[in-house]
């Protein structure tokens, strides 16, 4: 299968690769083999094959393979000091990789294997070398183009709830006790610039009509002053903004996007945790539910346009013509998602939900597992909802207006609006919304 975003890399040429690499080798990765792998005496360079990825913002990460065997690789990443972001270059601390080495730690400790596994913390060059998981995709590259060969599953979407939810409630306040929270916070000290960054590329620079880097269609654009100073909008987005920033609930990945998520062998894991840091729980669930409705938007555009640009039998009547038009709208991943659902024999299977299954199934798992293990009661799990619905439809604005970017949505300007639409929906109406069949009806809505 093709790698768009993976280059072979000739990584001598290159001071900081060839660093990564080299560190790599110092740290001696045979004694991090499995019984089942044994690999004959030390590694060289000439046993690897190097590719870089080409779409990090924040890092060079790079992933190792060993020639004699490719089913055994790395991924190894450097933090640089200052990062290019649009029109500014962001200082940023280069503590954030020994952070996330931590991090992938402490989530493994408590929902195993729901991160890499850290092999090592190269210190003085502040490199982080992780096992690869094998064969995987990232989710957006999972559900835009894996359609029927997809492997992800209803178990593999409800395992990230869990897991999530898991490390939450491992690390809430309401288990740890303020004590457990204060030691917590000790150990994972705020690193403000990455704060900082979020909080102006998310909840400041979108909201901003006068910031030059906001990059939606022109026909978005001209919608925005309506929406944005609607005074419902206005509040849930300087609500999102406090709490984003000041609310210290438990431990959280911080930048839980769908680009952080990867499918493995149908599982979902996450990656990139070098945001990690103690703060609200929704946030993390609200931007990976956002991010999810946008493929899903940007799916179903596709499949409109297609739908509309091939001709429909003219012995069809309406009514049928209608029914073959509903059944085409289904994103193909989805599609594939609810068969697997059929076969996971756990799904949920009401096939008019199929547009946001993924979306909803991670949303049930997550709250019903949070509310079990905070021993908590259908109040907390309402309450958590509202606060989740709230970041998810500002980062639904956010994402759409930008600066935040995804590539995919570039092309749809339909997918743009209707995204814009989804958020400002959810944010009039979060205190309407007390179930996620409530709120999967919403989004439905057209
Ligand atoms: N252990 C791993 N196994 C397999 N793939 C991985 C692993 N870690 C990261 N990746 C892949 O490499 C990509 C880049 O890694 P990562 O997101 O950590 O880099 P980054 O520089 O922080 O990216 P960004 O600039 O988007 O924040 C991920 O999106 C994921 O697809
Ligand atoms: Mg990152």
Redesign the pocket.
């Known amino acids: 299968m093709a790698e768009p975003?993976w280059v072979l890399c000739d990584w001598e040429t290159k001071p900081e690769i060839k660093t990564m690499v080299l560190s790599f080798l110092d740290n001696n990765p045979s004694q991090h083999f499995t019984r089942q792998e044994p690999i004959a005496g030390t590694l060289e360079a000439d046993d690897l094959v190097v590719h870089q990825?080409q779409?990090?913002?924040?890092?060079?990460?790079i992933?190792v393979r060993l020639k004699r065997n490719p089913s055994i690789?790395?991924?190894i990443?450097m933090a640089p000091a200052c990062?290019p972001l649009p029109g500014v270059h962001v200082p940023l601390p280069v503590e954030r990789g020994e952070r996330?080495c931590l991090a992938y730690s402490f989530f493994n400790n408590i929902a195993p294997g729901c991160v890499?596994k850290p092999l090592f913390y190269d210190k003085s060059r502040r490199i982080l070398c992780?096992?690869?998981?094998?064969g995987?995709?990232?989710l957006t590259d999972e559900l835009l183009t894996g359609g029927r060969n997809s492997c992800m599953s209803v178990s593999g979407v409800r395992s990230l709830g869990s897991s999530l939810a898991s490390v939450h409630a491992a690390t809430h306040i309401l288990t740890l006790g303020t004590d457990g929270l204060a030691q917590l916070r000790h150990k994972f000290p705020t690193l403000h610039a990455m704060v900082d960054m979020i909080r102006l590329f998310h909840f400041e620079k979108p909201f901003d009509a006068a910031d030059p880097d906001r990059h939606c269609a022109s026909a978005v654009m001209t919608s925005l002053d309506d929406v944005i100073n609607d005074a419902a909008v206005q509040a849930a987005k300087e609500e999102a903004k406090r709490s984003f920033a000041e609310d210290c609930e438990c431990l959280i990945h911080g930048?839980l996007h769908v680009?952080?998520v990867?499918v493995?062998g149908g599982d979902l894991k996450m990656?990139?945790a070098?945001f990690v840091r103690v703060g609200p729980c929704a946030f993390d669930m609200g931007l990976l539910l956002a991010t999810l409705l946008m493929i899903q938007s940007r799916q179903r555009h596709a499949l409109m346009h297609k739908d509309a640009s091939s001709s429909v039998p003219s012995t069809r009547t309406n009514q049928d013509t209608q029914t073959a038009h509903t059944a085409d709208m289904v994103p193909p991943a989805a599609v594939e998602f609810g068969e697997t659902a059929s076969r996971d024999n756990h799904a949920v299977t009401d096939r008019t939900r199929r547009e946001t299954r993924a979306a909803d199934v991670l949303m049930e798992e997550y709250l019903t597992t949070m509310t079990e293990k905070l021993g908590q009661d259908n109040m907390f799990m309402q309450a958590l909802l509202k606060k989740i619905l709230t970041f998810c439809g500002v980062e639904l604005l956010a994402w759409v207006i930008g600066p935040p970017h995804m590539d995919f949505m570039d092309s749809s300007p339909e997918a743009q609006a209707d995204c814009l639409r989804i958020g400002t929906v959810l944010l009039k109406n979060v205190d309407k919304i007390s179930s996620v069949d409530d709120f999967v009806n919403l989004v439905q809505q057209p």
């Open positions: 975003r990825f779409e990090s913002y924040t890092n060079h990460v992933r690789g790395f991924v990443k990062i996330e890499p992780t096992r690869e998981l094998t995987c995709r990232s930048d680009d952080s990867v493995s990656v990139d070098e």
